[in-house]
């Protein structure tokens, strides 16, 4: 059976108020907890065989850190523009 799963990024800096939306990096909470989503990922069975990600660097970030505790480093990741959310005007 086919599984999806929703992921949303970590929390998302905010220490740099001219940024844009798009460049916005995690915060320190947000480092922390990516991990920990990986982990639950994992003890979910939740092992994801191709990802769609939004090219955000709060998005890249947050799978760079949450990928090897759910035990899916090295899968393959497809960036997606049109997932990105508020930053294109969606």
Avoid: N
Avoid at 14 to 21: I, T
């Amino acid at each position: 059976m086919l599984t999806v799963a929703l992921l949303r990024h970590a929390k998302s800096s905010w220490d740099a108020p001219g940024l844009d939306d798009f460049s916005r990096p995690l915060a320190p909470r947000g480092r922390a907890a990516a991990p920990v989503m990986g982990r639950e990922m994992a003890r979910l069975g939740l092992k994801p065989q191709t990802i769609l990600c939004s090219p955000a660097a709060r998005t890249r970030e947050t799978l760079a850190l949450a990928l090897p505790d759910a035990g899916a480093k090295g899968r393959a990741v497809l960036f997606v523009e049109d997932l990105a959310g508020s930053y294109t005007g969606v």
